[in-house]
Nanobody, 122 residues
Framework: EEQLVESGGGLVEAGGSLTLSCTTS????????IGWFRQAPGREREVVSC????????YYADSVKGRFAISRDSAKNTAYLQMHNLKPDDTAIYYC???????????????WGQGTQVTVSS
């Protein structure tokens, strides 16, 4: 069974940092791109970042460029999202997901985690 488990969320003050982890099992991690999405109350789920399976390619939403960094560790079947200079607008549930290729639409992703809450206080 394919599983993705997010961790590392929490409450942080504006300007602070958090690192989210996405630990996976049950599918070929090295053959899947990993995306991070977020959804705030009353808003649609939006892509934050994505990292490709083999080539070192990544994508960032304009709202997080320069503040967030995505990475992956094949030895641990885990992907990470480092978040710096956090803003109240970053408050959301953050999800990781796996896909055959990086994309901005959540419809492209086959497997999803349950999400982790990130709350940024002003």
């Amino acid at each position: 069974e394919e599983q993705l488990v997010e961790s590392g969320g929490g409450l942080v003050e504006a300007g602070g940092s958090l690192t989210l982890s996405c630990t996976t099992s049950g599918f070929a991690f090295d053959e899947h791109a990993i995306g991070w999405f977020r959804q705030a109350p009353g808003r649609e789920r939006e892509v934050v970042s994505c990292i490709s399976a083999r080539t070192p390619q990544s994508y960032y939403a304009d709202s997080v460029k320069g503040r967030f960094a995505i990475s992956r560790d094949s030895a641990k079947n885990t992907a990470y999202l480092q978040m710096h200079n956090l803003k109240p607008d970053d408050t959301a549930i953050y999800y990781c997901a796996a896909s055959n290729g990086c994309g901005t639409s959540h419809y492209l992703y086959d497997y999803w985690g349950q999400g982790t809450q990130v709350t940024v206080s002003s």
